[in-house]
């Protein structure tokens, strides 16, 4: 059995006014494409394929489009947390951190009624506090390492410090969902000037490379759990839509393939209390 994650950063204006700092007009309508016209189609085809996904939105995502969230969360998908303003935890204190996650929570949950349980970095990187952080607040699972492909596992907390960096010591409840780049639509659309990124590949390029690592999963990974990472101001395009939708179609005409909420994964791995997922 494959189990397929169908993940969408809904990053909106926040990664321009955060991550890539740019505030000019041209630069913010990038963004609000996302929340425009990605979202819509995105929603549109995930209802024509009756699959549930998971949203990553930031907290100011979900001030500034809270029509848009509240129509993710009525169609019954999942809503995780994706930082305040798709700031990076690297390099904030504990105290800081703890902030703008606890903020970042009440927001999502006001405009949703979802408190999440999952969390993704902005960054696709953790302080040394995140993991502890997301124990003590409840949340089941992050997505944002990559040790792994298609298995989930349990990150461990540094507790040895030396010369070469530290040495993995307890390992935590949380369940990793890992992430790659080459399931991530941004590196393969995504142009930008400032930071550099060529981006701009075709739709036929990047569907053959997605369906080969699927491919690969469910041939290979005994209970594999296949996770894409996209964002509304990308995969929102006209031709990507229609791939990803035309891709969902192929994986749901492969046998023993389901689709899952990232969450409600992470449930049924506690469940069962182990992190392959093994479905009766």
């Given at each position: ?14 990664i ?22 990605g ?52 390099g ?93 639509d ?36 005994s ?11 990308i ?35 506690q ?10």
């Open positions: 059995m494959t189990t397929v994650c169908l993940t969408f950063d809904f990053d909106a204006l926040s321009w006014l955060s991550t890539f700092k740019q505030a000019t007009p041209t630069a913010l309508s990038r963004g609000e494409y996302g929340a425009r016209v979202i819509g189609r995105i929603l549109d085809v995930l209802a024509h394929r009756r699959v549930p996904a998971t949203f990553f939105v930031p907290a100011h995502t979900a001030n500034s489009f809270p029509d848009a969230v509240k129509r993710i969360a009525s169609q019954d998908h999942e809503i995780g947390a994706h930082g305040y303003v798709h700031e990076s935890p690297v904030l204190t504990k105290a800081e951190e703890a902030d703008l996650l606890i903020r970042s929570e009440e927001i999502l949950e006001r405009v949703s009624g979802m408190r999440p349980r999952g969390y993704r970095s902005p960054a696709w990187d953790l302080s040394e506090n995140t993991i502890d952080l997301l124990e003590d607040r409840g949340y089941i699972y992050d997505s944002s390492m990559m040790a792994d492909d298609f298995t989930s596992f349990h990150p461990r907390k540094k507790d040895v410090v030396d010369t070469h960096g530290f040495t993995p010591g307890v390992e935590t409840s949380i369940i990793e969902f890992p992430v790659a780049w080459e399931l991530d941004y590196p393969y659309f995504h142009f930008a000037s400032r930071p550099i990124n060529q981006g701009l590949r075709s739709v036929g390029e990047v569907r053959a490379a997605w369906q080969a690592e699927f491919d690969y999963c469910h041939a290979h990974v209970d594999g759990i296949f996770t894409l990472t996209m964002h509304p101001e995969i929102g395009r006209g031709p990507r839509i229609q791939m990803l939708d035309d891709l969902i179609g192929y994986m749901q005409s492969t046998g023993g393939v389901v689709f899952s909420t990232l969450g409600n994964c992470a449930a049924r791995l469940a069962k209390g182990r992190t392959a997922l093994h479905t009766a």
